[in-house]
């Protein structure tokens, strides 16, 4: 296909790029660097192997690899294969992974030997297991595969909500197409970018800088790092353009990275900031450091995407504000009573736009309640849906908006999304606890950081670093509690359950609100 014809499909967006710059550099992974026909090669290849392995439309494909080469050609091969994909974040545990594998029903799985070996027998119901080291070879030809259209599922990201296990939020190929399209447009990105990807394609954010690389034929440089220097260092080396990041690596950068500070990063033109407010002192400091850097503040869900931006003209003006609806999309609050909010009044937001994603995976009663009919259109206007987000939100008189609140008990920490029930599972493993509930305090890096208050079992003395340890085992860094709080009772409310919020309260000393 060419550009004259509007991609529909995730892959056609490769298939574009493939036709217009083969020759340009597309993927930098360490010392690995592939060009657009190499990308196309490679991703025709997972493809074929996929099909040769019996994939029918439709069939769900988990990704579990470090954020390589390999994962983001198969998340285009998959596409090609008519599969959907599902990345799992390399950072997860055999459990975690487990339950993604048996929740949506996977059917192939793509790994190394180190990650499958790692796994056990988490893997044990996938029926195959692909291997990067010896299942694909590059594949000049296209693939045969059934018909695809754009209201077809392309993938599922699992995202934490506040109770029980992680969700898979279903994304359909316009859904990823129309991201793409949105985003490039009000960041003004070009085929001469050069981004440097540091989220994970778990993430709706990082899977987007992906796309939206490969939507315009740019350069995208990925990186796994741990320390800030790595960051800085990628930057000048590889002159990059773009860096898309959630609040702890600004935090990173601005407070332990004396590199950041002293070394001009020419190159940047913007950075982006999604996954939970950034503090406005980070802010500043970013601009301070580097002043022709402009930042971009975002705001979204996974659910919906993005939501709304706050164009770096505006910083000055409203550094509180979550900005406006993206292009192609509206963004309306409503009251208890459902009626449109007044400016300044709070209300829920819902996101309105072709970035709503299909809803929850085999959760009708979760989708139901976030994707809701349009309660401001009569009953002869359609079934156009909207996203609920259960954020509590102003808005100006111009239309900026400006977060209040979260409207559950989901803990957003370092740019995740953490179920505290996930968490106090893990607690309640260890045998030490008669109860346990996990909140989030707040925390001027994090954002908010994951605390655990537990009530301790008869006959047990247990020491909160052992705990901790343990729960290192079982859960990913960000979701591991940074204090284990001994309590003799949990608040509760008039129905017997756990008062998260007198709970939280009592530790910041905010007045609850009923």
Same mark, same amino acid.
């Given at each position: ?328 999309? &509206? ?13 300044? &009044? ?77 968490? &106090? ?80 309260? &009592? ?8």
């Amino acid at each position: 296909m060419t550009r004259r014809e509007p991609p529909y499909l995730l892959h056609h967006l490769l298939e574009a790029s493939v036709q217009e710059r083969p020759a340009a550099e597309a993927l930098v992974d360490g010392k690995r660097r592939l060009d657009y026909t190499a990308f196309g090669a490679a991703a025709r290849g997972c493809a074929q192997a996929l099909v040769d392995a019996g994939i029918t439309r439709r069939d769900r494909v988990a990704i579990y690899l470090k954020k390589s080469v390999e994962e983001a050609t198969s998340i285009f091969g998959i596409s090609m294969a008519g599969g959907v994909f599902v990345p799992v974040n390399a950072l997860l545990r055999p459990a975690q992974v487990a339950h993604i594998l048996n929740d949506c029903g996977v059917r192939f799985l793509i790994t190394d030997e180190a990650r499958l070996a790692s796994l056990g027998e988490a893997a044990s119901g996938v029926e195959r297991v692909l291997l990067i080291e010896n299942d694909f070879a590059p594949r000049a030809d296209d693939v045969n595969v059934p018909a695809t259209v754009g209201e077809d599922l392309a993938a599922i990201l699992y995202t934490s909500g506040s109770t029980g296990r992680p969700k898979g939020v279903m994304l359909s190929h316009r859904n990823l197409v129309a991201g793409s399209r949105i985003v490039c447009q009000f960041l003004g990105i070009t085929r001469d970018e050069r981004l440097l990807s540091v989220l994970p394609f778990s993430f709706d954010y990082g899977l987007n800088q992906l796309i939206t690389t490969v939507d315009r034929g740019a350069a995208i440089v990925l990186l796994n790092f741990t320390f800030g220097q790595q960051i800085v260092k990628a930057i000048v080396n590889e002159k990059i353009t773009g860096l898309a990041g959630v609040p702890t690596v600004w935090a990173v950068l601005t407070q332990a990275t004396p590199s950041f500070k002293k070394t001009p990063l020419e190159t940047l033109r913007y950075v982006t900031n999604s996954g939970g407010a950034v503090p406005t002192a980070t802010i500043e400091q970013l601009r301070q450091y580097q002043p022709q850097t402009e930042v971009v503040l975002m705001y979204g869900l996974t659910e919906a995407f993005r939501s709304t931006y706050l164009p770096p003209s505006e910083l000055d003006k409203r550094p509180l504000s979550m900005g406006k609806a993206i292009p192609e999309t &509206e963004i309306f609050l409503l009251n208890d009573k459902g009626e449109r909010c007044a400016p300044g &009044e709070p209300g829920i937001l819902h996101h309105r736009g072709p970035t709503v994603s299909l809803g929850y995976w085999n959760r009708p009663d979760a989708t139901a309640h976030v994707l809701r009919k349009n309660p401001l259109l009569g009953e002869h206007e359609g079934a156009d849906l909207v996203c609920f987000s259960g954020d509590l939100v102003t808005m100006d008189e111009d239309g900026y908006f400006y977060f209040v609140g979260r409207n559950d008990a989901m803990i957003k920490s370092g740019g995740y999304r953490i179920s505290p029930s996930e968490v &106090e599972e893990v607690l309640m493993a260890t045998g030490e606890f008669a109860q346990a509930a996990v909140i989030g305090l707040p925390d001027a890096t994090l954002g908010n950081r994951v605390h655990a208050v537990a009530v301790i079992a008869e006959g047990r003395e247990p020491d909160p670093e052992k705990v901790r340890a343990y729960c290192t085992q079982e859960l990913p860094q960000h979701m591991v509690p940074r204090e284990v709080e001994f309590v003799t009772e949990l608040p509760r409310s008039p129905n017997g359950k756990v008062d998260y919020k007198v709970l939280r309260a &009592e530790r910041t000393g905010d007045t609850v609100k009923s």
